[in-house]
C-alpha cells in the first residue's frame, strides 16, 4: 500500500489482484469501515460479493451512523456527521456508489449538487442569556499568548505529545476564548482529552480555520446519514450478492503467531445464542473493527432516564481478546477503562406543532421547515452550566418525516452539573426534562416550559459512554497499525486503528482505514490518497495565522522578539520579494 495524490491514480482502475478469485473476506461489524471495506473488495480488490461476508452482531447494518424510526419512541439520530472537500477517500469511494434518489448519479453528486446549491453557514453560532446573540461575532478573541500556544502545539512532534493532556499544552487564557468555544463544542474536547489529538486536528484542518466561527467550512448530507450514506452502499453490495450475517456477535480471533508472521487461523462467535466457529486459511482475509464510540448506547424516552451501562460491551471486549496474543494488537483498556472522562449524552427532540418553531426560527434567522440550511451547524448556550448545544439539519432529517415536525439533535458537554433550570445533572433528566432546559435556553417563558416539553415535543434521550474514548491520551502503539506488522491476512480498520496524519471522529477515518485495508491486505495496485496537505501550503498558513489572529498584522503581535526582528530586519530583508507580496496578499502586513 502507498499514499498518492492529484488525479492520476485518482482515475485510474486497477487490474485484478494475483489469486483473488481464490479469496474470501469475512468483516466484523457493519459500520461505515466494514461497508467501505467491503466496497473497496468489490470494486478495487475486484472479489466477488459472494465471497464476502458481514458478521454483524444487531439487526442491521450503520454502526454509529444511525437514523431510525423506532414504532414506539419516534425519531432517533445518536449523533451527526460533519464533512468536508478534503475527505479524499470518502469522496474516491461514495463517486462509485449510486444515489437510490437519482437514477444515473453517484451519492457524490447528489451531495455535491446539494451543498452548491445550499451552502453551510451557521447566522447564530452561540446564545446567552436565554436565546440572545453572544456576540462572539465570528471573532476568535485569542490573546497573543494563546496563540503562540496554538503555534507550538502545531509544530510539536508527536512523540513530545505522547500521554499529555491538553490541560498540559494550554492555560487560562487559552481556555477562556472563543476558539475553545468553538472548538470543543463542535469535536466534544474536554481539557484532560489528548493534546496530540488536538494537535493533529488543527494541522488536518488548518485550512479552515476561517470557517470554524460560522460552519462555513462544513457540508451536510441531505437527510440523517444513514439514509444518505449507510443504505446507498448496503444496496450496492447486496447488489453485488454480499453475505450480510446479522445476530452474530464475534468474541474473538485466534492466530498462529510465529516470529515473523501473523495468521489469523479462527473466528469465534455466537450467533442466534449459539457459538460457533469460522476456521480460515491465509486465503481468508479478516477486517475487524475494533471499538466503538456508540458501544453501549442506551436510550430513555420522556419518562425515563437512560442508564449508564460501563459493563464490558462485545466490541470492547472483542478487541481485548485479539490484544492478549500480541502486544502489536494494541491496548483497548487506555480508552475504554474510564467511561466517567470519555461519556456523553445527546438527545433526538421532535416538535410536535407550531409552538416551538417560532423560538428557533427567531434564533437560526432562517425558515426551519424550508428544506434548505438551517442552524448550519449547532448553537452553543454558552451560559448553559451542561453546556448544551442543539442543531437542526435540513428539514427533513428522515424521508418519511411528517412535514409539520421538525428533528432537532441535543447535546449537553458536562453531563454531571445540575442544570440551569432543571436543578438536575442530564444523566439523571428524563426526556422531558431535558426538553425543558433546552426551552428555558431558547426563551421559552418559564411559566409555559413544562406544558410545551409535555405537549409539543418528544425527546429521546441517549447515553452513549465511550463517545469520545478515541480522544483519551494515548502513546505509540496503543492504537494498533491497520494492518499489524506480521500479518497476512489481518487488519484492523475504524476509529481506533491508526494511520498516518489523519484524524479520528470522522467519516474519513473510517473510509481510510478501510482502503488501507483492502490495498495492503489485496495488494491491490493504485495509490491511497494522502491526507490533504494543507498543513504544508505556505499560503494555507499565512491565510489561518491571519483569521486566527482576528485580522491582527505581524506588527500588532505582542511578541517583542518578533516585533523586534520586523522593525530592525524582516522587513528589508523581503522587501521585493515574493516573500513580502504573499505577505501582503494574506494581510499580515
Known amino acids: 500500500m502507498y499514499y498518492s495524490n492529484g488525479n492520476y491514480e485518482a482515475f485510474a482502475h486497477?487490474?485484478?489482484?494475483?489469486?483473488?478469485?481464490?479469496?474470501?473476506?469475512?468483516?466484523?461489524?457493519?459500520?461505515?469501515?466494514?461497508?467501505?471495506?467491503?466496497?473497496?473488495?468489490?470494486?478495487?480488490?475486484?472479489?466477488?460479493?459472494?465471497?464476502?461476508?458481514?458478521?454483524?452482531?444487531m439487526?442491521?447494518?450503520?454502526?454509529?451512523?444511525?437514523?431510525?424510526?423506532?414504532?414506539?419512541?419516534?425519531?432517533?439520530?445518536?449523533?451527526?456527521?460533519?464533512?468536508?472537500?478534503?475527505?479524499?477517500?470518502l469522496w474516491d469511494l461514495f463517486h462509485s456508489i449510486p444515489s437510490l434518489e437519482t437514477e444515473g448519479a453517484s451519492v457524490l453528486d447528489e451531495y455535491y449538487w446539494l451543498n452548491k446549491e445550499d451552502?453551510?453557514?451557521?447566522?447564530?453560532?452561540?446564545?446567552?442569556?436565554?436565546?440572545?446573540?453572544?456576540?462572539?461575532?465570528?471573532?476568535?478573541?485569542?490573546?497573543?499568548?494563546?496563540?503562540?500556544?496554538?503555534?507550538?502545539?502545531?509544530?510539536?512532534?508527536?512523540?513530545?505529545?505522547?500521554?499529555?493532556?491538553?490541560?498540559?499544552?494550554?492555560?487560562?487564557?487559552?481556555?477562556?476564548?472563543?476558539?475553545?468555544?468553538?472548538?470543543?463544542?463542535?469535536?466534544?474536547?474536554?481539557?484532560?482529552?489528548?493534546?496530540?489529538?488536538?494537535?493533529?486536528?488543527?494541522?488536518?484542518?488548518?485550512?479552515?480555520?476561517?470557517?470554524?466561527?460560522?460552519?462555513?467550512?462544513?457540508?451536510?448530507?441531505?437527510?440523517?446519514?444513514?439514509?444518505?450514506?449507510?443504505?446507498?452502499?448496503?444496496?450496492?453490495?447486496?447488489?453485488?450478492?454480499?453475505?450480510?450475517?446479522?445476530?452474530?456477535?464475534?468474541?474473538?480471533?485466534?492466530?498462529?503467531?510465529?516470529?515473523?508472521?501473523?495468521?489469523?487461523?479462527?473466528?469465534?462467535?455466537?450467533?442466534?445464542?449459539?457459538k460457533m466457529s469460522i476456521q480460515l486459511t491465509e486465503n481468508d482475509l479478516v477486517f475487524v473493527t475494533n471499538g466503538s464510540c456508540t458501544e453501549n448506547s442506551t436510550l430513555g424516552d420522556e419518562t425515563h432516564v437512560p442508564q449508564f451501562d460501563t459493563l464490558p460491551g462485545g466490541c470492547w471486549e472483542l478487541w481485548r481478546n485479539i490484544a492478549r496474543q500480541d502486544a502489536s494488537f494494541g491496548h483497548p483498556d487506555?480508552?475504554?477503562?474510564?467511561?466517567?472522562?470519555?461519556?456523553?449524552?445527546?438527545?433526538?427532540?421532535?416538535?410536535?406543532?407550531?409552538?416551538?418553531?417560532p423560538y428557533l426560527q427567531k434564533i437560526c434567522k432562517r425558515d426551519p421547515f424550508?428544506?434548505?440550511?438551517?442552524?448550519?451547524?449547532?448553537?452553543?448556550?454558552?451560559?448553559?452550566?451542561?453546556?448544551?448545544?442543539?442543531?437542526?439539519?435540513?428539514?427533513?432529517?428522515?424521508?418519511?418525516?411528517?412535514?409539520?415536525?421538525?428533528?432537532?439533535?441535543?447535546?449537553?458537554?458536562?453531563?454531571?452539573?445540575?442544570?440551569?433550570?432543571?436543578?438536575?445533572?442530564?444523566r439523571e433528566c428524563t426526556g422531558i426534562e431535558i426538553t425543558e432546559e433546552w426551552l428555558?435556553?431558547?426563551?421559552?417563558?418559564?411559566?409555559?416550559?413544562?406544558?410545551?416539553?409535555?405537549?409539543?415535543?418528544?425527546?429521546?434521550?441517549?447515553?452513549?459512554?465511550?463517545?469520545?474514548a478515541f480522544f483519551m491520551p494515548r502513546t505509540a502503539g496503543d492504537r494498533p497499525k491497520v494492518v499489524p506488522d506480521g500479518c497476512v491476512n489481518f487488519a484492523f480498520i475504524g476509529q481506533f486503528a491508526e494511520t498516518l496524519r489523519d484524524t479520528v471522529f470522522t467519516t474519513e477515518y473510517s473510509v481510510r482505514t478501510a482502503m488501507e485495508a483492502v490495498y495492503t491486505l489485496l495488494d491491490v495496485d493504485r495509490g491511497v490518497p494522502e491526507v490533504f496537505n494543507s498543513c504544508y501550503d505556505v499560503r494555507v498558513l499565512l491565510d489561518s495565522t491571519y483569521k486566527m489572529m482576528d485580522g491582527k498584522k505581524l506588527a500588532d503581535i505582542d511578541v517583542p522578539w518578533l516585533v523586534k526582528w520586523i522593525e530592525k530586519k524582516g522587513m528589508k530583508k523581503i522587501q521585493g520579494t515574493v516573500i513580502e507580496e504573499m505577505l501582503q496578499r494574506y494581510h499580515l502586513i
Open 119 to 274: 451552502p453551510n453557514y451557521s447566522l447564530m453560532r452561540a446564545t446567552i442569556n436565554r436565546g440572545e446573540d453572544a456576540h462572539t461575532d465570528g471573532k476568535f478573541a485569542l490573546s497573543d499568548k494563546a496563540a503562540m500556544e496554538i503555534m507550538k502545539l502545531f509544530f510539536t512532534k508527536d512523540e513530545d505529545l505522547y500521554d499529555k493532556t491538553i490541560d498540559d499544552v494550554f492555560d487560562d487564557e487559552f481556555f477562556s476564548s472563543n476558539f475553545w468555544l468553538y472548538w470543543r463544542t463542535m469535536f466534544a474536547f474536554e481539557q484532560w482529552h489528548s493534546a496530540l489529538e488536538m494537535k493533529l486536528y488543527i494541522q488536518r484542518f488548518i485550512h479552515h480555520i476561517g470557517g470554524l466561527p460560522d460552519f462555513s467550512a462544513l457540508k451536510f448530507t441531505k437527510y440523517n446519514q444513514y439514509e444518505s450514506l449507510i443504505l446507498p452502499m448496503v444496496k450496492f453490495l447486496e447488489d453485488h450478492h454480499v453475505d450480510f450475517i446479522y445476530d452474530t456477535r464475534v468474541t474473538n480471533v485466534v492466530f498462529d503467531i510465529r516470529k515473523d508472521k501473523k495468521t489469523a487461523t479462527q473466528i469465534e462467535c455466537i450467533r442466534n445464542g449459539q
Open 59 to 89: 439487526k442491521l447494518p450503520g454502526g454509529a451512523c444511525d437514523g431510525i424510526q423506532d414504532p414506539t419512541k419516534g425519531f432517533i439520530i445518536r449523533g451527526g456527521r460533519e464533512m468536508e472537500n478534503h475527505f479524499e477517500c
Open 14 to 57: 486497477p487490474r485484478a489482484p494475483k489469486g483473488v478469485d481464490r479469496k474470501s473476506a469475512y468483516l466484523v461489524g457493519s459500520g461505515l469501515a466494514s461497508l467501505a471495506a467491503a466496497c473497496f473488495l468489490i470494486r478495487d480488490g475486484q472479489m466477488k460479493g459472494e465471497h464476502i461476508h458481514i458478521l454483524e452482531e
Open 370 to 426: 424550508s428544506g434548505k440550511v438551517v442552524t448550519g451547524g449547532i448553537v452553543t448556550a454558552k451560559d448553559s452550566n451542561w453546556l448544551l448545544s442543539w442543531t437542526i439539519n435540513r428539514q427533513p432529517h428522515f424521508k418519511n418525516q411528517p412535514k409539520d415536525q421538525l428533528i432537532v439533535w441535543f447535546y449537553g458537554l458536562f453531563g454531571d452539573v445540575p442544570g440551569n433550570f432543571v436543578k438536575k445533572p442530564m
Open 440 to 468: 428555558y435556553h431558547i426563551g421559552v417563558p418559564e411559566d409555559e416550559i413544562h406544558e410545551l416539553a409535555l405537549h409539543s415535543a418528544r425527546c429521546i434521550p441517549c447515553m452513549m459512554p465511550y463517545i469520545t
Open 334 to 357: 487506555k480508552f475504554c477503562a474510564n467511561p466517567e472522562k470519555t461519556y456523553w449524552e445527546s438527545a433526538t427532540i421532535t416538535t410536535l406543532d407550531n409552538k416551538i418553531p
